[in-house]
């Protein structure tokens, strides 16, 4: 089992930068994907990015890509997710997610574990 807790969160406006941080603890870090997942006021969790043990692969939704960076720090036991061009559609409750393996997937149920979730608040 992994324990996940984000940070990062907060308010801002469109067209500014947040960077979310998720640390872990339990299960070895540096051998498992990580990825973010987000969900919105009255719709479904939904697929951000993710990115795999190394830090060598990653994969991002069509509606963040070329805005979102996710990257890892296993020295650390730390992934971030780095959001630019911020839009209010953006606007939702971020989680950290820990994959069973070692490689990424934009399909929830291959993670295990899952932080508390850091809101994101974009004004226009």
């Known amino acids: 089992q992994v324990q996940l807790v984000e940070s990062g969160g907060g308010l801002v406006q469109a067209g500014g930068s947040l960077r979310l941080s998720c640390t872990a603890s339990g299960r070895t870090f540096s051998s498992i994907a990580m990825g973010w997942f987000r969900q919105a006021p009255g719709k479904e969790r939904e697929f951000v990015a993710t990115i795999n043990w190394s830090g060598g692969s990653t994969l991002y939704a069509d509606s963040v890509k070329g805005r979102f960076t996710i990257s890892r720090d296993n020295a650390k036991n730390t992934v971030y997710l780095q959001m630019n061009s911020l839009k209010p559609e953006d606007t939702a409750v971020y989680y950290c997610?820990?994959?069973?393996?070692?490689?990424?997937?934009?399909?929830?149920?291959?993670?295990?574990?899952w932080g508390q979730g850091t809101q994101v608040t974009v004004s226009s």
């Open positions: 997610a820990a994959n069973r393996g070692p490689g990424g997937s934009d399909y929830p149920d291959y993670y295990d574990d």
